[in-house]
């Protein structure tokens, strides 16, 4: 079925209602009439108001809330708009969603979800631009789950819902202008299992969230030089599918990472030591970190044109490495 993004959310979201009387959901703005950009319209109506309610603003608060909720055996979904807020929220989830269940000897599990918004929209500036998804992936036993489209979108939502940890699960404003074709009911797709979405030989693009969408046009501009890119859709960077990575660098020899969020301990770091760490992975060429400048997101539209990736200077830029 063709769909948006957000009705695909939307529809994970009812089906694991149906499905467990234990889900439920939550938010700031959940029950507006846009309802959290089109992805909750319609779940009050449908559960009732004691399984999909509106919350005031107290992000700690409210995670707390989840985690003594899903300690106790339901399965909350806290949504949480721009995920620059959830830093408001760190000591519960670093301190209590990720470290309870080892520190009652895993006797005890912590099956919250949290939907936060990252990505480039209408000049939003420093403070609603974050993508922070490094902070959180850092932690153990945390779950870090980045769709790039809207066939992954619902299925990855449902299996974070449905996974014993705790799980944030970062979605894109650019994503939301997207349609695709969703297959109906949603089967879940396993966390930590990364998609070749375009083959090649010469380089690997290592990507995630909207960049995959990015990564993925600037390798049709390569293959119209003769550069045949290999593009892969990590879709969680908690579990990390290393392997995929690995084997991928392995046949390229060159790589090419595409971030969500500033330079430096970010995505790059992190492919960085998996190269380092596998013996298998030889560079012919240094590591391509493309992200955004290493700056707070400018509020003008012209700054912040400049502050995100360009695809052509990308493109330029591959080019001159790889040495066409």
């Avoid at 153990?140 to 799980?167: H, Q």
């Avoid at 970010?266 to 998996?274: D, Y």
């Amino acid at each position: 079925m063709l769909m948006s993004f957000s009705e695909s959310v939307r529809i994970a979201m009812m089906q694991a209602m149906e499905a467990d009387e234990r889900v439920f959901a939550y938010g700031q703005g959940i029950n507006d009439p846009g309802g959290f950009f089109g992805s909750t319209v319609g779940i009050q109506e449908k559960f009732g108001k004691t399984r999909c309610f509106d919350v005031p603003l107290s992000e700690e608060s409210l995670v707390g809330m989840g985690v003594g909720a899903a300690i106790l055996g339901r399965r909350p979904i806290y949504i949480a708009l721009r995920i620059d807020f959830l830093l408001l929220a760190m000591n519960q989830i670093a301190n209590h969603a990720a470290k309870w269940p080892g520190m009652c000897g895993y006797q005890a599990t912590v099956p919250l979800t949290i939907r936060a918004i990252i990505g480039k929209d209408w000049g939003q500036a420093a403070q609603h631009s974050g993508a922070f998804y490094s902070l959180f992936a850092h932690i153990p036993e945390l779950e870090v789950v980045l769709p790039s489209n809207v066939e992954d979108a619902p299925r990855l939502l449902l299996a974070s819902i449905f996974s014993d940890n705790p799980t944030l699960f970062i979605d894109s404003k650019p994503l939301y202008d997207l349609k695709g074709e969703v297959e109906l009911p949603i089967q879940p797709l396993a966390l930590g299992k990364a998609s070749i979405v375009r083959e090649g030989k010469d380089i690997t693009f290592v990507a995630i969230s909207h960049m995959v969408m990015f990564a993925q046009s600037v390798a049709a501009t390569l293959a119209e030089h003769g550069i045949s890119a290999e593009v892969i859709d990590l879709r969680t960077v908690t579990p990390l599918d290393e392997t995929a990575i690995v084997e991928s660098i392995a046949k390229t020899r060159r790589v090419a990472i595409f971030d969500v969020d500033w330079p430096r301990f970010g995505l790059a770091s992190e492919v960085a030591r998996v190269i380092c760490m596998s013996p298998d992975c030889n560079l012919d060429l240094p590591l391509v970190n493309i992200a955004q400048k290493d700056e707070h997101t400018p509020g003008g539209c012209f700054l912040e044109h400049e502050h995100y990736p360009i695809e052509e200077r990308v493109v330029a830029d591959l080019l001159k490495r790889v040495g066409v």
